[in-house]
């Protein structure tokens, strides 16, 4: 957007998270016009604690959220809580209450969501003994009897990793056939197999107390079980606008965050399935950076052609 344009912002940002915040933040400290738009829905909303933040380290997401937001609006950001329902080209965001805004740039954050295996228990302790990133809830369950419940490739990676933490790991196979290779690899670092359809968890004291098989048994007490979801970016605002994808559907960006669609910018997880809350962050305000030198490199050019008469 240009100083002498009637757009309503410089910048929206679609998606209140880490990433959405932090660039709102550099472009509200730029004295930019930036509003962020949210919906409310936070991929993190189950986790208790947030780790792996420098500095930030075991602070609960949703006050992670409100400091970020209390610092965009400090420098003059907008927050607005609702839905976004269209987005056109130009850039016009309309919103689940009708109300509309305009922009001449736009940053997607809206992230992923997670698609659970459908098996009892696991989106029930979903967040809290039943986990995804060993980065995140690994040193939390260390030294403690472990589970994987394995539904692709990832789980045995997952599995691998999650050993670091334990002596005592066990991978359900579940629905997936493991080859030769990771058999070895598995058995050789001491992670068990049990082989037979996983039936459910089970849960006593509100907690993760072991895994029931489809044939009766009940193996060993898990205190937590890792799983590994499908992973869905939320896209479709950005499918409306032409972005290009990758083959599992995750924005496709440049190193500063540019999609292929002009004025279009993306960050976290919507790009990056495995951005956690720093990396989001941090790819967010280095989006924030090329956006600010966009819009300075326009201005530049209107004012040189100005100039010259």
Known sequence: M???????????????????????????????????????????????????????????????????????TRYGGELVDELVEAVRPGFRVRMADGSELTAGRLLVTTGMRDELPEVPGVAERWGRDVVQCPYCHGYEVRDQPLGVLATSPGSVHQALLVRGWSDDVVLFEHTYRLADTERAELTARGVRLVPGEVAELVIGGDAVQGVRLTDGTTTEKCSAVFVTPKFVPSTGMADALGCDTDERGFITVDANGATSTPGVWAAGNVVNSRAQVIVAAGAGTAAAMAIHGDITKERTRLAVEAYRG
């Open 2 to 72: 240009t100083e002498t344009d009637h757009s309503d912002r410089d910048v929206l940002v679609l998606g209140g998270g880490a990433a959405g915040l932090s660039a709102a933040l550099l472009l509200a400290r730029a004295r930019l016009r930036v509003t962020v738009i949210d919906g409310g829905q936070p991929r993190n909303a189950p986790a208790a604690h947030m780790h792996g933040f420098l500095t930030q380290d075991g602070l609960p997401p949703a006050e992670l959220v409100e400091v970020g937001r209390a610092e965009v």
